[in-house]
């Protein structure tokens, strides 16, 4: 029986070689797991995003690798992973990782592991520090459920899209952002989840500077605004819970122009507002009603 991903190596004593995945540290090199410095000594070939902080991780850590170097990051991913999969393929041990945390999560990585998996190659990992599990200890929000959301598109209008197709979940949510967009995104944030939603900005995590700013998204903007250096993670409370009775008309009609504005006509939106509140249709369209006449009224 083949199992799909383990390779001939591990399987059958083949030439396959064997991918593998190393989590790197997020700021402090103390936190280098002991397999990493192994790993960088033993591999054939160290595919690194960045060459030159590869070098001085190597120094930190006192390795001195004795496999082939090679640079593999978003900008020559589609053409260096046919040559690591040869390679693969012809029996190396391939280390791959990334400036910090681990591959494939908002870094490269998905490309190659998709491709050694469709070649039977093994891949495993080396586990090692992870800025979405540390910010999310450290916020003080819900971690039971929770779920990554990675970099934000840069432009507001896609910014506000992404949002608003995740305005309702119920999960803790996580973002590596840019620190001069920051304040950008959080203001975004407010006005799609709430000024009051609650979150945490978490910044140089392990760092010499590291510092964790919690609180509403409204005054977390506020805050950015100022300005903001370093590595950025955002962590936000997932949306509560409401059942129909809690559903006041303020809400029903802020969830309309949500759908409205990311392209539904008015009535498909009130339709689907009142099915997923559990309500009358006319509830709804009674409510947008209000509101619209409201506005003319103070206009």
Known sequence: ?????????????????????????IGDTAD???????????????AAEDTRRLRRLTQALGVTPKGRIVSYFEGNESARTPELVEELVGGARVLLVTDAGMPSVSDPGYRLV?????????VTAVP??????????????????????????????????????V???????????????????????????????????????T??????KRGPLEELAAWAAEGVRGEITV???????????ELDAAELV??????????????????????EAGLPKREVFDAVVAAKNAASASS
């Open 32 to 46: 280098a797991p002991p397999r990493l410095a192994a790993e960088l000594a033993g591999a054939d070939v160290v």
């Open 114 to 122: 998709a491709a050694a998996v469709e070649k039977d190659v093994r």
């Open 254 to 275: 802020r969830r309309v122009r949500v759908r409205e504005e990311a392209g539904e006509r008015r009535k498909e939106a009130i339709v689907a507002v009142a099915a």
């Open 167 to 205: 305005a309702d979940e119920r999960r803790t949510l996580v973002y590596f952002e840019a620190p001069h967009r920051l304040d950008d995104t959080l203001a975004a944030m407010a006005e799609v989840f709430g000024a009051e939603r609650r979150a945490a900005v978490c910044r140089e995590l």
């Open 1 to 25: 029986m083949r199992l799909g991903g383990y390779g001939r190596g591990w399987e059958d004593g083949g030439v396959t070689g064997i991918l593998v995945l190393a989590g790197t540290p």
């Open 128 to 165: 090692g520090p992870s800025a979405v599990l540390t910010a999310l200890a450290l916020s003080g929000l819900p971690v039971d459920r929770f779920c990554f959301e990675g970099f934000l598109p840069r432009k507001a209008g896609e910014r506000l899209t992404r949002l608003r197709e």
């Open 235 to 245: 962590v936000v409370e997932g949306a509560p819970e409401k059942g129909p009775e």
């Open 207 to 212: 760092k010499t500077y590291e510092e964790v």
